[in-house]
């Protein structure tokens, strides 16, 4: 469950490029 709140951060980012960007 820790390692799930980077990995959910990381693939809403790769989803969300102009929002990370």
Known sequence: MV???P????LAAAAMPP???
């Open 3 to 5: 390692t799930s709140l």
């Open 19 to 21: 929002f990370t960007a």
């Open 7 to 10: 990995l959910r951060r990381g």
